[in-house]
C-alpha cells in the first residue's frame, strides 16, 4: 500500500512539474556516468540554475588503483533540435579534477561538449550522451600543451 502511494505521489509530482519544465532554461537536476579517456569511470551530479547559463556537474571517480573527484563547469553555445524528442548541443567549458590515489595530483583544462539529447517525457526529462574532447595543459607536474583527452558521458537531467 505504501509503495502504491509512493508510486502515485511521485507520477502526479511529474505531472505538475512538467507544465513548468523549461528546455535547457529551468532548473535542472541530474546525474551521469563519464570518464576521461575511457579509464576510471565515475559518477557526477549535474546542476543546472535557471537565469545562469552554466552547466556544473560534480563527482567522484574510482578503478584501477585510482580514485579521485572531477568538476566541470560547460557554457552551451549551441542548441538544437533534429525532430521532436531528439536534440543536440555544443558547449565550451572547463575541467578539473583532483586524484587523490595511489598519488595526489590534480589537472585542470578546457573542453568542448557535443551531445545529443533525448526527451522521452516531454521537456521534463532528458537523457544525454555527450563526447567532449578535452584539452589538460595543466597539472601538478607543470605543463603539457600536447595533452588532449576524450571524456564521455552519458546521463539524464530532470527539469522543472
Same mark, same amino acid.
Given at each position: 500500500?505504501?509503495?502504491?502511494?509512493?508510486?502515485?505521489?511521485?507520477?502526479?509530482?511529474?505531472?505538475?512539474? *512538467?507544465?513548468?519544465?523549461?528546455? %535547457?532554461?529551468? @532548473?535542472?537536476?541530474?546525474?551521469?556516468?563519464?570518464?576521461? #579517456? =575511457?579509464? +576510471?569511470?565515475?559518477?557526477?551530479?549535474?546542476?543546472?540554475?535557471?537565469?545562469?547559463?552554466?552547466?556544473?556537474?560534480?563527482?567522484?571517480? *574510482?578503478?584501477?588503483?585510482?580514485? %579521485?573527484?572531477? @568538476?566541470?563547469?560547460?557554457?552551451?553555445?549551441?542548441?538544437? #533540435? =533534429?525532430? +521532436?524528442?531528439?536534440?543536440?548541443?555544443?558547449?565550451?567549458?572547463?575541467?578539473?579534477?583532483?586524484?587523490?590515489?595511489?598519488?595526489?595530483?590534480?589537472?585542470?583544462?578546457?573542453?568542448?561538449?557535443?551531445?545529443?539529447?533525448?526527451?522521452?517525457?516531454?521537456?521534463?526529462?532528458?537523457?544525454?550522451?555527450?563526447?567532449?574532447?578535452?584539452?589538460?595543459?595543466?597539472?601538478?607536474?607543470?605543463?603539457?600543451?600536447?595533452?588532449?583527452?576524450?571524456?564521455?558521458?552519458?546521463?539524464?537531467?530532470?527539469?522543472?
Amino acid at each position: 500500500m505504501k509503495k502504491r502511494l509512493f508510486l502515485t505521489l511521485i507520477v502526479l509530482f511529474i505531472a505538475a512539474t *512538467a507544465a513548468f519544465a523549461a528546455k %535547457g532554461e529551468g @532548473l535542472a537536476i541530474g546525474a551521469e556516468v563519464s570518464s576521461t #579517456n =575511457f579509464n +576510471s569511470w565515475g559518477g557526477m551530479l549535474n546542476l543546472h540554475i535557471p537565469g545562469v547559463p552554466l552547466h556544473f556537474a560534480i563527482g567522484g571517480y *574510482a578503478g584501477n588503483g585510482y580514485s %579521485g573527484f572531477d @568538476l566541470k563547469v560547460d557554457y552551451w553555445l549551441l542548441h538544437g #533540435n =533534429f525532430t +521532436s524528442g531528439f536534440d543536440w548541443y555544443v558547449g565550451l567549458g572547463g575541467y578539473f579534477a583532483s586524484q587523490l590515489q595511489p598519488n595526489s595530483n590534480f589537472s585542470l583544462g578546457a573542453r568542448l561538449p557535443l551531445a545529443l539529447q533525448l526527451w522521452p517525457a516531454g521537456e521534463l526529462i532528458e537523457i544525454f550522451f555527450e563526447i567532449a574532447p578535452a584539452w589538460i595543459p595543466i597539472s601538478n607536474s607543470g605543463t603539457a600543451v600536447g595533452n588532449f583527452v576524450v571524456q564521455p558521458a552519458i546521463g539524464f537531467r530532470i527539469w522543472f
